[in-house]
């Protein structure tokens, strides 16, 4: 039983679609992240959060912008994506934003672009 | 520069035996290491965490040694059973640039 729910489980769209990734954390951490999981690669970081506000941007093309209206939601809004964002999206939480304590993972949106 | 790797991309043991899955880091300041699973259709879930000041923790059925003057750490499962094939990631965090960096991960097959 994860302690981060992410939604929707899967997602296909197509390139010139708008949609929106949805994680929510009842673990009481102050901080969360979004990674991008490819095949064989390692786990990419995308954006950090620390009590709502934006500490990191790993230099992520701005068809992804994230939105944390509070310490319990994050949400990645897509548009105007690529086949190569295809990807699994995990959505991540913390007691700190600096990373040194484990981070606890939801179980991912798996999406497909078309 | 940094890097996280494994030394072998899948590992097959057999039920009971112990597992030993090894990751090599490059970055000398780092100070502070993460095991996750990770099961199909899942997130990579925790496991255990070491810091630099430290070289062996024991969890529940699982062991993780640092070896600071190689650059290696390991993880050690103990009487594996077919509940723990997935994909094993370690991580590394450097504190002086406040980077976490993972591993490709590798494959654990346990046969029964």
């Known amino acids: 039983e994860t302690g981060v729910t992410q939604t929707p489980r899967h997602l296909v769209m197509g390139m010139t679609n708008k949609k929106s990734l949805k994680c929510e954390q009842h673990?009481?951490?102050?901080?969360m992240y979004w990674y991008k999981q490819s095949a064989k690669k390692p786990l990419e970081l995308m954006f950090v959060y620390s009590l709502e506000e934006r500490v990191e941007n790993n230099s992520v093309p701005s068809r992804f912008s994230p939105e944390c209206p509070n310490s319990s939601h994050l949400f990645l809004h897509l548009h105007t994506l690529q086949p190569e964002d295809s990807a699994l999206y995990l959505c991540a939480s913390s007691q700190g934003h600096l990373q040194t304590y484990p981070l606890h993972f939801g179980n991912g949106t798996r999406l497909t672009v078309t | 520069g940094e890097s996280v790797g494994l030394h072998l991309p899948t590992l097959s043991v057999q039920e009971g035996d112990n597992s030993i899955i090894n990751c090599a880091y490059s970055?000398?300041?780092?100070?502070?290491f993460i095991w996750y699973k990770q099961e199909s259709g899942k997130g990579p879930q925790f496991i255990i965490d070491i810091r630099s000041n430290m070289d062996k923790r024991q969890g529940q059925r699982v062991t993780v040694l640092l070896n600071k003057t190689v650059k290696h750490l390991s993880l050690q499962i103990a009487a594996t059973q077919p509940g723990d094939s997935a994909v094993y990631f370690c991580?590394?965090?450097?504190?002086?640039?406040?980077?976490?960096?993972f591993g490709k991960g590798i494959t654990l097959s346990v046969r029964p």
């Open positions: 673990l009481g951490h102050n901080a």
């Open positions: 991580a590394e965090y450097n504190g002086a640039n406040s980077k976490l960096t």
């Open positions: 970055n000398s300041a780092s100070d502070y």
